[in-house]
């Protein structure tokens, strides 16, 4: 039975998600989604949306929080790196001028140093006019500072499957079979011929203002598309209790692949960063190349690395709940 709401919200702006049993993963997508299993969970709250520049700006002035893109990088946790490779950088998605074999993900991710939360495509680039967009280039350390510094935390894997369902799986993707029901998309994905040519048929070239697209049944906006958000759970297979896993050889998008290989050469001596579980897809899924604005959808992010199409969202549990993996 459906968990009753406890009663007021603990922040404006979160929506109470009952809990209870759901099917989650999927035996006919990606083979990192399988195998699908039922999961019982608590019910909790979430954010309705992913937080928004403006909303970690209150936080940065608060604060004076550093995100990670935002810091150089520690020689110490990378040898053999040159100097040139700690700089403050983040990776930025640069369409190439035409069609390109997609086996290169270089051809489109650039390592771009100054770019962060503030400069996303970089220097001379700012957020300006994109108050609402949601916040990028954030590690999974920035996710989890924000969500202290607000009294929350990062949602389970099993908790934002939960919330993107919307409460009534309809088929392969959140709202039903079509991805852009009767011609009109629904979510902010990549249409056109990835990666050199988005036609922005859905209005966007990169990140949308929250809510610019539809409600699931839960009334939350942008779990689809948009941008991956972290969870806080640690990439493994399904089914199994992981306490750290390295191992991200099941993510098989080389678009998103390459958002932590454009940083390989900084930690090619040290070796492959622990990774958690984001989810979601972001505006740079297309049907040719990566079909995962799906939410049984998973991928193993480094837990060191920010790109310029991640953010997050936030869950409070009532007291007493644990999170399920």
């Not at 709250?45 to 970690?56: C, E, G, L, S, Y």
């Not at 040898?79 to 640069?94: C, M, N």
């Not at 051809?107 to 990028?136: C, F, L, T």
């Not at 070239?205 to 991956?228: C, H, K, Q």
Request: charged share 20%; with cysteine.
């Amino acid at each position: 039975m459906a968990s009753p709401s406890p009663g007021r919200p603990p922040a404006s702006g979160m929506v109470w998600i009952p809990g209870g049993s759901f099917l989650m993963g999927s035996d006919h997508h990606y083979p990192e989604e399988a195998p699908a299993h039922r999961v019982e969970i608590p019910g909790f709250w979430i954010d309705r949306a992913p937080v928004t520049n403006t909303q970690f700006q209150k936080f940065v002035k608060a604060t004076g929080y550093q995100t990670v893109a935002e810091r150089p990088a520690d020689p110490a946790l990378y040898p053999g790196a040159r100097v040139e490779q700690l700089v403050p950088a983040s990776i930025v998605f640069v369409p190439p001028p035409g069609p390109v074999g997609q086996a290169n993900h270089y051809s489109w991710w650039q390592y771009i140093p100054g770019a962060n939360w503030r400069h996303p495509e970089g220097p001379g680039r700012s957020i300006k006019g994109r108050d609402q967009h949601p916040v990028v280039h954030i590690a999974l350390a920035d996710a989890e500072a924000y969500a202290a510094w607000v009294g929350k935390q990062l949602p389970s894997e099993a908790e934002w499957e939960r919330a993107a369902w919307g409460g009534d799986p309809k088929g392969e993707f959140a709202w039903g079979d079509e991805l852009h029901p009767g011609g009109v998309p629904v979510a902010n994905t990549f249409q056109g011929d990835f990666p050199h040519h988005n036609s922005r048929l859905d209005g966007y070239e990169r990140t949308s203002p929250v809510g610019a697209f539809p409600p699931n049944g839960y009334g939350l906006v942008d779990m689809i598309g948009n941008v991956w958000e972290w969870t806080e759970s640690w990439y493994g297979p399904h089914g199994q209790a992981v306490a750290e896993v390295q191992d991200s050889s099941s993510c098989c998008a080389a678009a998103e692949a390459a958002s932590r290989e454009a940083s390989i050469d900084i930690q090619s001596q040290h070796g492959a960063m622990p990774r958690k579980v984001v989810k979601g897809g972001s505006y740079l899924c297309a049907p040719s190349y990566c079909r995962r604005y799906r939410p049984p959808a998973r991928m193993a992010q480094g837990i060191d690395t920010a790109t310029g199409h991640m953010g997050f969202r936030c869950v409070v549990r009532p007291a007493g709940s644990a999170p399920q993996s």
